[in-house]
């Protein structure tokens, strides 16, 4: 319950939850760490199916109409009928020997294609109906001696506004891609590898030396940039009005001022915070890493 923070219900599951949940349209859906994917009934926790994938599924799943996309590690992307299970298509895109333990999410654009990034720097947008794959675009490409050099994996999810998609890479750029053409709009020099939020013409981002960044979306433009948390292991940004939420590995929260960056307050939650807030309204629901949930209310 959000208001009291009383147990509805719980499911306990034959292996462990490695991405998710993902909750739309009256289901659950989760990736586990025996590279399964299982539907929950949201009302109650019931298991629908469960389905073997080739790879564990460390981003998110997408719930999409009638279909639960999945990305597995290794590079590949399921369609499932959330009804019966059963298996749509699977795209083969492959992946590096050697990639970061982050994934990006699918992204659904007009109930036509899923745009996905993979650890290769590549894009890929697939007919959501049939998996075929209707066009990829290099976003980043790897250089280096070695292979950590060389990675340049797309952990961020897609940001889709109108007709322009906002992407960033490991060791590569954050820019604006036009979906008509696939062409960059702009785009600068970024090491990214979790997800961004826009709010108007804003980006705001976390880099991967935990440097917090607000750019404009239209030009690239940095507005400005808080290097007060480096090295805190910062989640991804949160927007919560004029205001951004942050947790770190300490187990801190911290609110900055989304116009300049300046930090606002933080709180101490009592285990790291590996995984980004929730907002709603004046309330953070914060998850630490020794499972606890707390609720906090900001003035």
Not at 3 to 8: A, F, H, I, T, V
């Amino acid at each position: 319950d959000k208001s009291r923070g009383k147990l509805l219900w719980s499911k306990k599951l034959n292996h462990g939850v490695v991405s998710g949940p993902t909750v739309a349209s009256g289901f659950i859906a989760l990736g586990t760490d025996a590279s399964t994917l299982v539907l929950l009934k949201q009302a109650d926790g019931t298991k629908l199916w469960q389905q073997k994938l080739s790879g564990e599924v460390l981003s998110k799943p997408v719930i999409a109409g009638n279909k639960v996309i999945a990305k597995t590690i290794d590079g590949n992307l399921y369609a499932f009928d959330t009804t019966k299970g059963t298996k749509l298509w699977m795209s083969d895109h492959g992946a590096p020997s050697l990639i970061l333990k982050a994934s990006s999410s699918p992204v659904v654009v007009d109930n036509k294609l899923a745009l996905v990034g993979y650890s290769d720097g590549k894009m890929d947008a697939v007919d959501l109906q049939t998996g075929r794959l209707v066009w990829q675009r290099s976003i980043a490409y790897a250089s280096g001696a070695s292979d950590v050099e060389r990675l340049v994996d797309i952990d961020a999810d897609p940001i889709i506004r109108g007709s322009v998609a906002y992407l960033a890479s490991y060791q590569g750029y954050v820019g604006a891609l036009s979906l008509a053409d696939g062409q960059f709009v702009w785009r600068k020099p970024a090491s990214v590898y979790k997800n961004m939020a826009i709010d108007g013409n804003t980006i705001y981002l976390t880099d991967s030396e935990d440097v917090v960044w607000s750019i404009n979306r239209q030009n690239g433009q940095v507005n400005w940039k808080q290097v007060a948390l480096k090295a805190r292991g910062l989640t991804e940004p949160v927007l919560m009005g004029e205001r951004i939420v942050v947790g770190d590995k300490t187990g801190l929260l911290h609110i900055l001022a989304a116009q300049n960056g300046e930090l606002l307050s933080r709180a101490e939650v009592g285990g790291a915070i590996t995984i980004a807030p929730s907002v709603t309204g004046k309330n953070i629901y914060v998850m630490s890493a020794n499972g606890k949930l707390s609720r906090f209310s900001v003035g």
